[in-house]
């Protein structure tokens, strides 16, 4: 296509749909990319998961979480040990200490009852149920974090529940829905627990990693994590480690699954400070389609087009609520760089140099095609010549 049509229709889309150039920017792409990569992660440890379970028959949810809390407490808590000065991690077990013990049994006990669930309940009630994490996490930011929700937030974040709804409509149509039903009541309250304390965590995970820091947040989480799973191991699941038959297999899939855990955990605070831990939590709901999708191939799981309907859905949802910021009061980061809330709520100098100067060539060209057209209809055209300061 020439360069003088290519141009003309640049302009006639620019005139018709003005407002795309302000939604789907590279932010949002960079945000939907990180989003999936934590997806991926979830993935990654709930395929190792089903290996352990179905193939190993292994039933340890503490042995995995202690492995993936030894390897935080190993790099960030060591990281805290040899910081100086108000970052020192005697200094917050100090100032701070009890409230990270809290923090980590919140996190340690909402990992242990979503697991748990698994023996009571099925997996069409844990993945309807596990979404109730989202309306608790948005209430909470509300009252302690005071974030506002505009319209096309809470539309967003039913678009994304639907789509989630079209993948259990999938499974259950599939002949997919597994797990037990000995009491279906207790598992399914085990799930509304676990995901009230997943909420939990991850607004203090906002708070912490956008006024704070992210290595003080993963460090203190992971010492008082590591404590508290190695605790219950002992108790819990003494007899279920020592009945297992230890071969390279399962030392490789157990390795596999801390190497998910531990970068989804590393990798999780990233995407909270970038965006919100709303914006994470939707993002994941896409983990348990990609978890179907390697069982087509590791499971022989039954494919249904539905699954490729609900991840369209999800994601459209996504970008729905990352296409308009949240209101919420500015923070303070006093460490690791600066917090925000959403990516659209703040622009620095560069960014906006550069939209006035991509609007200025917007225009510019604009301007050329409408001259152009004047000057083929015979029709008498000014030009209007800027000056800029350069």
Not at 75 to 89: E, H, Q, S, W
């Amino acid at each position: 296509m020439p360069q003088h049509q290519m141009n003309t229709l640049c302009c006639k889309m620019r005139e018709r749909f003005p407002k795309l150039g302000n939604i789907f920017t590279w932010q949002l792409l960079k945000t939907l990319l990180m989003g999936q990569g934590l997806s991926a992660l979830i993935c990654g440890t709930a395929v190792t998961s089903q290996y352990l379970a179905s193939i190993y028959y292994m039933n340890t949810p503490m042995l995995q979480s202690f492995l993936n809390y030894s390897l935080l407490c190993i790099t960030y808590t060591m990281a805290l040990i040899f910081r100086r000065g108000d970052g020192n991690i005697l200094q917050i077990l100090k100032t701070r200490g009890w409230k990270y013990f809290l923090l980590g049994l919140t996190d340690v006990e909402a990992n242990y009852a979503v697991v748990k669930a698994y023996q009571y309940t099925t997996l069409t009630s844990i993945q309807l149920l596990d979404c109730f994490v989202i309306p608790v996490l948005m209430i909470l930011s509300w009252i302690f974090l005071k974030t506002r929700y505009r319209i096309i937030h809470y539309v967003a974040v039913c678009v994304c529940l639907a789509g989630v709804g079209a993948m259990v409509g999938a499974d259950i149509l599939a002949g997919q829905d597994q797990g037990s039903t000995s009491d279906i009541l207790l598992g399914d309250g085990l799930v509304l627990v676990s995901a009230s304390l997943y909420a939990v965590s991850n607004v203090c995970q906002e708070y912490t990693v956008k006024n704070l820091s992210r290595v003080e947040f993963l460090g203190m989480v992971g010492l008082f994590g590591t404590i508290i799973s190695a605790i219950q191991l002992g108790i819990l699941e003494y007899n279920e480690v020592s009945k297992i038959q230890w071969t390279w297999k399962i030392a490789l899939v157990l390795v596999g699954y801390a190497l998910c855990m531990y970068a989804f955990y590393s990798f999780m605070p990233v995407v909270v400070k970038m965006t919100s831990a709303t914006v994470a939590n939707l993002s994941l709901l896409t983990g348990d389609l990609f978890s179907l999708f390697c069982g087509l191939f590791l499971f022989q799981y039954t494919f249904s087009g539905l699954y490729i309907v609900s991840l369209v859905v999800i994601l459209i949802g996504f970008i729905m609520f990352n296409a308009v910021p949240t209101l919420s009061p500015a923070l303070a980061p006093m460490s690791d760089g600066e917090g925000y809330d959403n990516h659209a709520a703040e622009f620095d100098n560069e960014s906006t140099q550069g939209c006035v100067k991509e609007i200025i060539c917007e225009n510019t060209e604009l301007e050329r095609y409408q001259f152009k057209n004047r000057l083929n209809e015979g029709q008498p055209a000014c030009v209007v010549i800027r000056s800029a300061k350069m």
